[in-house]
């Protein structure tokens, strides 16, 4: 939805709609080409009971991932570091999606 928003200020304000789509397009090409280079899983499937149950650090080592990998990277994040991006000109726009991009750092970090 944020894309899309942000996609729209720029297609009826005069900004640069092509440059943001092309952006978001390159965003979510390079996160799936990491994603297939690099799985991983949240620290809820290396970590038993992550974040309920917090221990120490064990010693590393390669784990057999019972979920898909869903960790690396973060689509959702990069993509609301390119709408603060693409909304520096818009008082508003700029503070809703710096807004946006908290509450996902949040989220990412909180559900583990």
Do not use: K, Q
């Not at 789509?21 to 949240?42: E, I, K």
């Not at 991932?65 to 700029?94: D, I, K, Q, V, Y």
């Not at 946006?100 to 990412?108: E, I, R, S, W």
């Amino acid at each position: 939805m944020v894309m899309l928003l942000v996609y729209a200020a720029h297609l009826l304000r005069g900004g640069a709609p092509e440059r943001v789509l092309a952006a978001f397009a390159l965003n979510f090409g390079a996160g799936y080409c990491v994603y297939l280079l690099f799985p991983a899983c949240g620290p809820e499937y290396a970590f038993s009971g992550f974040p309920a149950v917090a221990r120490g650090m064990p010693a590393l080592h390669t784990l057999n991932l019972l979920a898909p990998p869903n960790c690396m990277p973060s689509l959702h994040t990069s993509t609301a570091l390119l709408a603060c991006w693409f909304c520096g000109r818009w008082r508003f726009a700029r503070r809703a999606a710096l807004l946006n991009l908290v509450l996902t750092v949040l989220a990412t970090f909180g559900d583990g």
